[in-house]
């Protein structure tokens, strides 16, 4: 899926994210702030990547602000900043791509 313009999802309250996309420059390029960046790091980004992945976004300037969100609160911002960011507003296929 393509991202056609800026699109944000999510808060800054604790146990959130904010989610930023905005069309890439022919890759994936992440840019995350975490407060549990020590601890999570790893699994964060890989939630991030596995979310785009299953989205089929290969092309996305993303800027996720974490405040300690479980990864389902992850995964659900991603979606919602991609879907946000393609005007998609009804039948919104959580948990899986749109095909």
């Known amino acids: 899926?393509?991202?056609?313009?800026?699109?944000?999802?999510?808060?800054?309250?604790?146990?959130?994210?904010m989610v930023t996309v905005e069309p890439g420059q022919g890759k994936v390029n992440l840019d995350l702030d975490s407060s549990v960046m020590r601890q999570f790091g790893p699994q964060i980004k890989k939630v991030i990547a596995e979310t785009l992945a299953?989205?089929?976004?290969?092309?996305?300037?993303?800027?996720?602000?974490?405040?300690?969100?479980?990864?389902?609160?992850?995964?659900?911002?991603?979606?919602?900043?991609?879907?946000?960011s393609n005007d998609i507003r009804k039948d919104i296929p959580w948990g899986g791509a749109i095909k």
């Open 54 to 84: 299953r989205l089929d976004v290969t092309d996305v300037n993303i800027r996720v602000v974490d405040k300690g969100a479980l990864d389902c609160t992850i995964k659900a911002r991603v979606e919602a900043a991609v879907y946000r």
């Open 1 to 17: 899926m393509e991202i056609l313009k800026p699109a944000v999802a999510g808060t800054l309250e604790s146990s959130d994210c």
